[in-house]
């Protein structure tokens, strides 16, 4: 009921920035919470950042946190990840979450019913 397509993956070097995008369709008046997580090879999928839809209310994995900047445009349905101050272990596939009920903590990767396809993000040395 809710579709997902991420944007703006791509390869910087270390100490650049990069932001990335995940536009929304569907019963997105119903969303309760949208977040990011990340994938790099041969590590499960980590929590990166959430946002509560309604209030704003944002929460971010202690590895990002002062780095990463997570928002949403209401009027056009986006989610944003601001990306500062990248380092290579930030490097990995970035995927985008939503729910349109709560279901358990937003960093809880269960707590998402629907997922982006996945972008890219390589940081150099």
């Known amino acids: 009921q809710v579709q997902l397509v991420e944007s703006g993956g791509g390869l910087v070097q270390a100490g650049g920035s990069l932001r990335l995008s995940c536009a929304a369709s569907g019963r997105t008046f119903s969303l309760y919470h949208m977040g990011w997580f990340r994938q790099a090879p041969g590590k499960g999928r980590e929590f990166v950042a959430a946002?509560?839809?309604?209030?704003?209310?944002?929460t971010y994995a202690d590895s990002v946190k002062g780095r990463f900047t997570i928002s949403r445009d209401n009027a056009n349905n986006t989610m944003s990840l601001q990306m500062n101050s990248l380092k290579p272990e930030d490097t990995g596939v970035y995927y985008c979450?939503?729910?349109?009920?709560?279901?358990?903590?937003?960093?809880?990767?269960?707590?998402?019913?629907?997922w982006g396809q996945g972008t890219q993000v390589t940081v150099s040395s």
């Open positions: 979450g939503a729910t349109d009920r709560f279901r358990s903590p937003s960093s809880f990767l269960g707590a998402y019913d629907y």
């Open positions: 946002i509560r839809w309604s209030e704003g209310t944002t």
